[in-house]
């Protein structure tokens, strides 16, 4: 009985880790970057781009706030440091996501 209660312990030490209910987004433009933090989950992608700044679609993200595709540089979006697969519309955010938008 002692044996169990001891080895019980050793269980309950461990740290749970907190999730953070926030979402990040990290803009980077041609190195400098900027983050954001929002208290949003269930809305997709491109509705929390919408709530701050000025955006273009085609096809794919063409432009943040009037920074555009150049040929020579695009929109890099990652979600917990992995390419986005899917469009911006069918990604809904989940809280503690990392959001990286990177002109590069």
Do not use: P
Request: hydrophobic share 40%.
């Amino acid at each position: 009985m002692l044996l169990y209660l001891i080895a019980s312990l050793g269980c309950q030490s461990q740290q749970k880790t907190q999730t953070n209910k926030f979402v990040s987004l990290e803009l980077t433009v041609l190195g400098k970057t900027s983050i954001e933090n929002y208290n949003a989950s269930g809305i997709n992608l491109r509705q929390l781009l919408e709530v701050k700044h000025n955006i273009t679609f085609a096809g794919r993200l063409r432009c943040i706030d009037n920074i555009c595709d150049s040929g020579k540089y695009w929109w890099h979006v990652l979600v917990n440091d992995q390419m986005l697969m899917q469009g911006a519309e069918q990604y809904k955010l989940q809280k503690g996501d990392k959001i990286s938008l990177r002109f590069e």
